[in-house]
């Protein structure tokens, strides 16, 4: 046990605990948080970190589901097909990445990094498509409820395809695409079957990505139990101090920090455009790309409003577009995870 109570297994707790807090304030899902995170800690590898994450993540998946399996709020029709669609793509991606780049080592871990940092961004660009159609939909007065909305099985098995392939590969996206995906293709549904349905779908997802990743790479303990360790107590804390907390400032920082965090793992893995690896990497124009965006981006929120006959700065803020002010039962239930920005 001493061998495990090093600088890096407190640098993984404090980083798991300040990823959980930040869920537990959004409802966004954590590996497009926590992935990066690791990575830049330097505690291993990006298979090994994408493994650990994974499993850490269906542990504490399996008690959300539970607890919206229990609350009746999942639309288990809808479920099923991204199910069916999302486990085998779960299972086939992380053979898939590795006989792309012929097996593990360095070839592995440069185009696992480039992975996450396309996924990176794609969460971020949907995390933002969201937003906009939410503000259409609030503007035009809403969609009428339909709880029980007629399921379209093949575009659905197609969705849970690409995000299970995605998240066995990346263990980024079961949030980002396939909530997205949802809100476009039934908007009936209320704020809390989304978030049900898609989190009761996750978990034999993410066991699946879990377990193919586990067959190949092995399992590191001393990173999945600091994550687990710090995760958890930071969900919570996030959960109970979100009403106090300016939605509208966090969730754009989370934008600026997915994009930031995208840009900087495909700088480290040498993508061409950036540079040639890690001893050409270019902080100072991710930095410059993040301050860019920290003036612009609520210029640019501000216009898409005026666009809807809003004025750029106000109500509805954010929060209420997210349908923040539900009420409290279903404001927790959407903390145990959503968006994914995963």
Not at 173 to 184: A, E, F, K, N, Q
Request: glycine share 14%.
């Amino acid at each position: 046990m001493g061998d495990w109570l090093t600088t890096d297994f407190f640098s993984i707790i404090a980083a798991a605990f300040v990823v959980g807090t930040v869920v537990g304030l959004t409802g966004m899902g954590g590996g497009a948080l926590m992935t990066p995170a690791l990575i830049f800690l330097g505690v291993g590898g990006a298979s090994t970190v994408v493994t650990a994450d994974l499993t850490a993540s269906a542990i504490y998946k399996t008690g959300g589901a539970i607890t919206h399996a229990r609350e009746g709020g999942p639309n288990w029709e809808l479920a099923k097909w991204l199910i069916i669609g999302s486990v085998p793509f779960a299972l086939a991606g992380p053979w898939i990445i590795h006989r792309i780049a012929g097996g593990g080592g360095e070839d592995l871990d440069t185009l696992l990094k480039k992975c996450i940092g396309f996924a990176l961004l794609f969460a971020a660009a949907t995390y933002a498509l969201r937003l906009v159609i939410n503000l259409r939909r609030v503007r035009g007065g809403g969609v009428d409820p339909d709880p029980n909305p007629t399921i379209r099985p093949l575009i659905t098995v197609g969705v849970g395809a690409l995000g299970g392939l995605l998240v066995g590969i990346t263990s980024v996206g079961s949030g980002s695409v396939i909530m997205i995906s949802l809100v476009m293709l039934y908007p009936g549904l209320s704020a809390l079957r989304l978030v049900g349905t898609d989190l009761v779908q996750a978990v034999p997802l993410v066991m699946a990505a879990a377990i193919s990743n586990i067959v190949l790479n092995g399992l590191e303990w001393h990173l999945l139990v600091p994550l687990v360790i710090g995760s958890v107590p930071g969900t919570v804390l996030g959960s109970r101090i979100a009403p106090r907390v300016p939605q509208s400032v966090i969730r754009r920082g989370i934008v600026i920090v997915l994009t930031m965090s995208g840009l900087a793992l495909l700088d480290k893995s040498g993508w061409a455009p950036l540079g040639s690896g890690e001893d050409q990497t270019h902080p100072v124009l991710i930095a410059c790309v993040g301050l860019l965006m920290v003036v612009v981006l609520p210029f640019v929120w501000g216009m898409i409003r005026r666009t809807q006959g809003l004025p750029m700065f106000g109500a509805p803020t954010v929060a209420e577009i997210e349908g923040e002010r539900r009420t409290p039962v279903a404001r927790s239930a959407a903390r145990d995870d959503q968006a994914e920005v995963t």
